[in-house]
């Protein structure tokens, strides 16, 4: 192996000067790094040839953890009321306690490109303390060419330290754990978590903040193409299926959860995936099985068997189990992350409440209702005696990375939507027949065939009725849909005056989400608002 230690290219970037670490390992290999989180035990290998790892404390993201410092620059030009502020001296408080931090200690630190397109590209270096941490890394974002790295131009610096522990009363933080981004000085600090997901998100809120201003939509959403490099664009929240349907074997892989679409196309923000893996099956997902069933892949919070095999189904440790693997794992994945205009956009959506039809086809306004609501369902399964289903909002389908108003990116989008004539579809692959507790989870088969009849254009030669709350178009039967029932979910109910009641529930969570949004929209979008009164008795 070979060791790298600071040299002229490490300390020429002074936004993190280091003045007394131990080892430098500079852009080390996937095996090399692989090797190095064995040798200091933060890991072992599974049978399967993955690195196991645990998180701790953090099996998720600590979204109210994450800070945005507030400026002369940023103080108009940030969500402030979905970003928590931090004042540019508790920053700097924070930042030279970092460095007190790496003193003596050895670091692992990746070049890294985030974004496919090289117009839009932005060069990022991110010191690790973990190695586990730094193989993640570079397997989600993009690796330079030797050549690229030579002369390697830093845009953004992440710090990322597993074991310093903030002090709020110092630094201004809520807990011990911070994310901190300072968009003056591009440069993220993250302590006190394991949570790898912390860094690609980083990367993610920051070109969610440059790029609106180039006009570029940045999205929280997988792609796939077809043959003629036609795009579909998945927008979904944790759990709807973004990167389980996006994983398509007839159609090829851009990228399963961040892209820009600009004037020449799409484009991935990254060179990775990093997908669920509680109850993973080869049967239902096998190219994200495959991919995370391999040497050099990252499990994260994955529970072993006694031979060393990964148990799926146990979600002992959390629910959101992962497993994190380069873009070349997937046999059907672009080499180049870049692809057309899209000609489809799915919202998907995870409906517990047993209300939303299968799949819907939604106007402009429509869409730009619904991406900004950002709406799915939650559900308590692992808490005893919790069977209702909870709402929940993300408005973009991504707010804990959204640093500029919603309107901003909305008005990107239906901008896009109507340039480029796209289709646009919300699919529920939730529950049919009952809410959570009573109806059963909507079956990826139907899903799936529902999915390739929109994305072939077979539904647009298909006879539509209007839903009478939601008001978007809904097809009367799709062929090869096993059950055609599930289109009209009323007539799935056992109850259908139970399914009234619940839909007349789901209609007010939805409006009362949405008056935070009014004032910011045309009344074309404000009137996409679903409507009870509208419904058949």
């Keep these: 192996m070979t ?20 080892t430098i390992f500079l852009n080390n290999s996937r095996s090399q790094l692989f090797d190095f989180a064995l040798q200091r035990n933060e890991g072992v ?14 099996t998720g993201r600590s979204a109210k953890d994450k800070h945005v410092v507030k400026s002369t620059n940023t103080q108009h030009t940030i969500w402030w009321d979905n970003n928590a502020p931090i004042s540019p001296e508790k920053f700097n408080l924070l930042k030279e306690d ?3 931090h790496t003193k003596g200690k050895d670091l692992f630190v990746q070049d890294l490109h985030g974004g496919a397109d090289p117009s839009h590209q932005i060069n990022t270096r991110v010191y690790c303390e973990y190695a586990w941490h730094a193989l993640f890394i570079q397997h989600l974002m ?35 754990t911070v994310i901190a981004l300072d968009l003056d000085q591009k440069l993220v600090l993250i302590g006190g978590t394991e949570y790898a997901g912390e860094m690609k998100k980083s990367v993610f809120s920051y070109l969610n903040y440059i790029l609106p201003e180039k006009g570029i939509m940045p999205m929280h959403c997988s792609v796939n193409e077809d043959k003629d490099g036609n795009s579909a664009v998945f927008f979904g929240l944790s759990g709807t299926g973004k990167t389980t349907l996006s994983a398509d074997p007839k159609r090829c892989l851009v990228g399963d959860d961040e892209h820009g679409w600009a004037d020449n196309g799409v484009f991935n923000f990254e060179g990775g995936c990093y997908a669920k893996a509680i109850r993973l099956s080869r049967e239902a997902e096998p190219e994200i099985y495959d991919a995370i069933n391999r040497d050099h892949a990252v499990m994260e919070n994955v529970i072993l068997n006694d031979d060393g095999s990964p148990d799926f189904e146990d979600g002992s440790l959390t629910e959101n189990t992962r497993g994190a693997y380069p873009l070349d794992f997937i046999k059907q994945a672009s080499t180049t992350g870049l692809s057309g205009q899209p000609l489809n956009i799915i919202m998907l959506t995870a409906d517990a409440f047993g209300v939303l039809p299968p799949i819907a086809k939604l106007t402009p306004a429509q869409a730009m209702y619904h991406f900004l609501s950002g ?19 993300s408005t973009c389908f991504g707010a804990p990375f959204m640093p500029r108003h919603p309107s901003v990116y909305g008005n990107l989008l239906r901008d896009l939507i109507a340039k480029h004539n796209v289709d646009c579809w919300l699919v529920n692959t939730g529950w049919t027949g009952g809410q959570y507790g009573k109806g059963s989870r909507m079956p990826i088969k139907a899903t799936r065939r529902l ?6 254009g077979g539904l647009k030669s ?13 097809p009367i039967a799709v062929d090869g849909l096993k059950d055609q029932s599930i289109l009209t979910p009323r007539e799935t109910w056992g ?40 419904a058949a008795e």
């Excluded at 290998?45 to 953090?58: D, P, R």
């Excluded at 709406?375 to 909002?393: S, W």
């Excluded at 298909?462 to 809904?474: A, L, S």
Aim: charged share 25%.
């Design 3 to 22: 060791l790298k230690t600071i040299d002229g290219g490490m300390t020429q970037h002074i936004t993190f000067p280091l003045t007394d670490p131990g």
């Design 451 to 456: 999915l390739d009849a929109a994305l072939s």
């Design 375 to 393: 709406y799915t369902a939650k559900v308590a399964g692992t808490e005893k005696g919790v069977t209702e289903p909870t709402a929940t909002f």
């Design 45 to 58: 290998k599974a049978a399967n040839g993955a690195l196991c790892v645990k998180t701790g404390q953090h």
């Design 98 to 100: 970092f460095l007190t």
């Design 142 to 176: 993009i690796e330079p060419t030797p050549e690229q790295r030579v002369n390697f131009n830093i845009d953004l610096t992440i710090v990322d330290l597993p074991n310093f522990k903030a002090d709020p009363e110092r630094h201004g933080t809520r807990s011990e």
């Design 462 to 474: 298909t006879p539509m009725r209007i839903d009478p709350i939601f008001g978007f178009e809904v």
């Design 495 to 534: 109850d259908q005056q139970a399914y009234d009641a619940v839909a007349a529930r789901l209609v007010d969570i939805f409006v009362e989400n949405f008056k935070k949004f009014e004032n910011h929209v045309a009344s074309d979008v404000r009137s996409a608002a679903p409507q009870i009164q509208n």
